[in-house]
């Protein structure tokens, strides 16, 4: 189902997504879809309907103007601009704005495309498809507990929720709008919004208020009620011991925590830093790309330019150093949040790790060595039963709300391990080449 779709892109690229689709259903039994009932769009993501259904069974009917019961009311405070403070018709407004794909070029495409709520608020692909069946180069994180992110994108280009939610309609690979006011009229001649930017905001509609009014749903989507938050909090059955003695790796042979630290006053498990774990390395030239990259945002300085070449191009792999153009930074990337990590797999920026069995096994090797490596990756030495340990903790980190695709999940990504890693016996952190990598390479790509 999903190889007809994608052989629809350009035909290079069409190879190489194809094969990495490909391996991702084989590894995580992706095509075995959850109630194979539901309906769903042109894109694979289920119907606008049905996800706006699952979506009010998730939210509690909460009063939004007071801060999420998760987070300290004095810390919610730093995170909602004093021009955005929530109203209940400002994220009336925005949900509407999120399912509506009429502000995509075609008609075909809305953010609830690739932050599907049936699916993590992802679109669980390893790279994500836009209009006309276009795919970027980067994976799509998930939009669940954005509201407390210091900076947004996987290379921090964008500051702020309201910013953000501007650039993926204007992008050509993803909502595909020529331009600002071309995406305005496709929605400013109902009258249902019209009356809603002025409920909301006192003004017509306007771009600047509809960055404003997707922000402010975003900032409802807090969930981060997980076993392991009451397992923080004391109740010291909330986790299995296999997961708490993950828990005890984590902080301290695995070192995950010197870049995802995990607290009661920082439940999101990243450090809002950018670094380079060696993920793009294994197939970038960075030298070649940087220069190229230098030449490109030279000719157009504009941030919708910049927008395009981090998520349309190879030159995605650059990431922090699109921004800052800082050599040290080549191949850096925002720690990715933990939080809610089971559901939405595959995992890193460009979507190349299938399951968090592979994701341990990359960090056991110490990254893919490159000059622009994190000084805090080195080989771990990690032992079969110490990756099942951590593995068994990062599933905790599920909202309760998506415990049953959080299992269901553990029990794929389980399944696909134990077929996928060849080299279950040999010692972890010796190993240099990663079962993964062996597939990937294998794949002969016309892409580059
Ligand atoms: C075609 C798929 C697609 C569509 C449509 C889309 N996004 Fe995204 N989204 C992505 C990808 C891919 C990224 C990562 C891009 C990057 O980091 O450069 C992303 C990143 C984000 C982030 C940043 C998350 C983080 O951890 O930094 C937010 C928030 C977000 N999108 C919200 C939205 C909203 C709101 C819309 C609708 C206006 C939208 N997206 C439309 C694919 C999509
Ligand atoms: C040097 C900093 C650093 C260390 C140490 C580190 N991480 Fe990460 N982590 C990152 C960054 C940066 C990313 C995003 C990388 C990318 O996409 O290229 C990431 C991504 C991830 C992801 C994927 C998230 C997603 O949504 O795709 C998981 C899971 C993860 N890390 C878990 C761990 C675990 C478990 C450990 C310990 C074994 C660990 N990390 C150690 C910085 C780090």
Redesign the pocket.
């Known amino acids: 189902m999903y190889r007809t779709r994608f052989l629809r892109g350009g035909p290079g690229f069409a190879v190489s997504v194809f094969f990495l689709l490909g391996a991702a259903c084989v590894l995580t039994g992706a095509s075995e879809e959850p109630g194979q009932d539901v309906p769903r769009d042109e894109h694979g993501a289920a119907s606008i309907e049905y996800q706006s259904q699952v979506l009010t069974g998730l939210l509690p009917a909460e009063d939004v103007t007071q801060p999420p019961a998760a987070i300290d009311p004095v810390v919610w405070t730093a995170f909602v601009p004093e021009d955005n403070a929530l109203s209940a018709d400002r994220v009336a407004l925005g949900r509407k704005?999120?399912f509506d794909t009429r502000?995509?070029q075609d008609g075909s495409?809305?953010?609830a495309?690739?932050?599907d709520v049936t699916r993590g608020f992802t679109?669980q692909l390893p790279?994500?498809?836009?209009i006309r069946g276009q795919f970027?180069k980067?994976?799509?994180?998930?939009?669940l507990n954005?509201a407390l992110?210091q900076?947004?994108?996987?290379?921090g280009?964008?500051p702020s929720?309201e910013h953000?939610?501007?650039m993926?309609?204007l992008n050509p690979?993803?909502?595909g709008m020529p331009d600002e006011d071309t995406a305005l009229k496709a929605i400013s001649g109902d009258p249902e919004y019209q009356a809603a930017f002025r409920k909301a905001y006192g003004r017509e509609v306007n771009y600047e208020d509809l960055g404003r009014a997707?922000a402010a749903f975003?900032r409802t989507l807090v969930f981060m009620d997980s076993p392991f938050r009451r397992f923080l909090a004391g109740d010291a059955e909330a986790i299995s011991a296999q997961a708490k003695a993950g828990w005890e790796l984590f902080n301290a042979k695995a070192r995950c925590m010197t870049c995802h630290p995990m607290n009661p006053s920082n439940p999101l498990g990243t450090d809002n830093r950018f670094h380079n774990v060696g993920v793009s390395a294994r197939h970038q030239d960075f030298e070649a790309l940087a220069t190229q990259a230098l030449r490109a945002m030279e000719e157009d300085t504009s941030e919708q330019k910049l927008?395009e070449l981090?998520?349309g191009t190879d030159l995605?792999e650059l990431g922090r150093f699109m921004v800052t153009r800082n050599r040290a930074e080549i191949g850096s990337f925002?720690t990715?949040?933990i939080l809610n990590i089971g559901i939405t797999p595959p995992y890193m920026?460009d979507g190349s790790l299938a399951t968090l069995w592979d994701v341990i096994d990359h960090y056991n090797k110490g990254g893919e060595p490159n000059p622009f490596l994190d000084g805090g990756m080195e080989p771990l030495a990690l032992t079969e039963e110490e990756i099942n340990q951590l593995v068994a903790f990062l599933f905790t980190l599920t909202d309760d709300r998506f415990a049953e695709e959080n299992q269901r999940q553990f029990e794929l990504q389980r399944a696909a391990a134990e077929q996928q890693r060849p080299f279950r016996d040999e010692e972890m952190a010796f190993r240099r080449t990663l079962g993964f990598e062996k597939r990937v390479q294998a794949t002969p790509s016309t892409d580059q």
């Open positions: 704005l999120y502000l995509s495409v809305s953010c495309t690739c932050h679109d790279v994500s498809e836009g970027g980067r994976n799509a994180p998930t939009t954005v992110l900076s947004l994108f996987l290379d280009r964008s929720l953000q939610a501007k993926p309609i690979v993803e909502m997707i975003e927008d981090a998520v995605s925002r990715l949040l920026h």
